[in-house]
């Protein structure tokens, strides 16, 4: 089992910077992938970026420029640096991690409880 924390969050004006942190422990596991989705009151989950143990990454056209992920895979570790916030940010935000599980090669999804995010103008 893999536990999956979130850090980071919390009000913010318009123009302004957060950076999101999440960490995942528990068993042995490769992270194969790491990242962020969001979902705004009303709409659906929606991808916000994302980072393969390859290193590259993917971004929402929303956020593209704005938004920084990185990731430290030894530590399990992906950040999400975001500058510029709009009010649309606004948000919960949710970390997602793709593992690969050492003792039975078996790749799984886990997700974290969620951080608001909330960007006034």
């Known amino acids: 089992q893999v536990q999956v924390a979130e850090f980071g969050g919390g009000p913010v004006q318009a123009g302004g910077t957060l950076r999101l942190s999440c960490v995942a422990s528990g068993s042995t596991f490769n992270s194969l992938i790491m990242g962020w989705y969001r979902q705004a009151p009303g709409k659906g989950r929606e991808l916000v970026a994302r980072?393969?143990?390859?290193?590259?990454?993917n971004y929402n056209g929303a956020v593209q420029g704005r938004f920084t992920i990185s990731r430290d895979g030894a530590a399990h570790t992906v950040h999400l640096q975001m500058n510029s916030l709009k009010p649309e940010d606004t948000a919960v935000y949710y970390c997602?991690?793709?593992?690969?599980?050492?003792?039975?090669?078996?790749?799984?999804?886990?997700w974290g409880q969620g951080t608001q995010v909330t960007v006034s103008s």
């Open positions: 980072i393969f143990s390859t290193g590259s990454t």
């Open positions: 997602y991690v793709r593992t690969l599980d050492y003792k039975d090669h078996n790749a799984r999804d886990y």
